[in-house]
């Protein structure tokens, strides 16, 4: 059965001059924090079909011989603890110290931190030259013991550099966003594709659009001008293209004009329903 003395070892690169990390040479660089949040909310049932998956689930087992992945989630049976139970663990404990880890409440983080330090989980990085996608970049070799180093590693990193960490407007999820003012996360939300940023783009507009009144009175005259132009009913309301984009045109000036006050509002509204 596999055991903690039948440890994984791997090699995490960390580049010097951005948030660049490698887990293992071979693996493609990605954006320190991501596979840590891809694991956390990562559906481990699907290992119970499809065994082969633990691949997928984070770049340290994406090297796993077939033997190696059946050990794992067999686990041990004198413990009742298969791999898939220990990875659930991990799932709960390390979203928990995630967000104590990066709030703004200074003792919270410091029980985070206390958490960490009580476990020696990487020995001191090497600083080597590392080829990454044929680009040579400097980057510090860290020698980690088992998956559980991974997690820890990656959690330390982000509160080190101070990583943004926030939870999705949409979904609850926790993301690094690019920048500090994006409040939605990039994860697939809806079947037909969207995203949560997608959605979120949309009730933002739809927020501003019920509280301005031209706008709103925008919207409408778009919606009903651009069906004019792709569903029309009767002839004569057909629109060409060449008409809507000229409408168009026309309609979005006069917004922001009625706006800053050069024509009456009111009859920038009256124009839009013709």
């Known amino acids: 059965m596999f055991s903690e003395n039948n440890k994984k070892y791997i090699h995490i690169y960390v580049d010097l001059t951005d948030e660049t990390v490698c887990f293992h040479s071979v693996s493609a660089p990605c954006r320190l924090g991501k596979n840590f949040l891809d694991f956390i909310y990562a559906d481990l049932k699907i290992l119970e079909a499809q065994p082969e998956k633990l691949k997928d689930i984070h770049p340290y087992f994406s090297l796993w011989t077939e033997e190696m992945t059946r050990e794992f989630l067999a686990g041990d049976d004198a413990k009742e603890d298969s791999g898939q139970s220990r990875l659930e663990k991990y799932q709960k404990t390390y979203k928990n110290l995630l967000e104590t880890g990066t709030s703004e409440a200074e003792d919270i983080r410091e029980e985070t931190l206390h958490y960490l330090h009580r ?28 998956f559980e180093d991974c997690l820890m590693f990656e959690l330390m990193e982000m509160m080190r550099r101070h990583t943004i960490v926030k939870a999705c407007k949409n979904c609850g999820r926790l993301f690094i966003p690019k920048r500090s003012n994006i409040d939605y996360c990039s994860r697939i939300f809806s079947e037909d594709g969207r995203t949560c940023s997608d959605v979120g783009y949309m009730k933002t507009f739809a927020k ?12 409408r005259a778009y919606k009903a001008h651009y069906a004019r132009m792709t569903k029309p009913r009767k002839k004569a309301a057909n629109m060409t293209r ?28 009256e124009w839009l329903k013709k």
């Open 119 to 146: 476990h020696s989980f990487y020995s001191n990085a090497t600083l080597i030259r590392q080829t990454v996608k044929n680009e040579n970049r400097w980057m510090l070799d860290y020698f980690l013991r088992g």
């Open 208 to 219: 501003t659009v019920k509280k301005d009144d031209l706008l709103q009175a925008y919207t």
């Open 242 to 269: 060449e008409a809507f984009e000229a409408w168009y045109k026309q309609a979005k000036e006069g917004l922001e004009m009625a706006r800053q006050g050069k024509v009456d509002p009111e009859a920038y509204k």
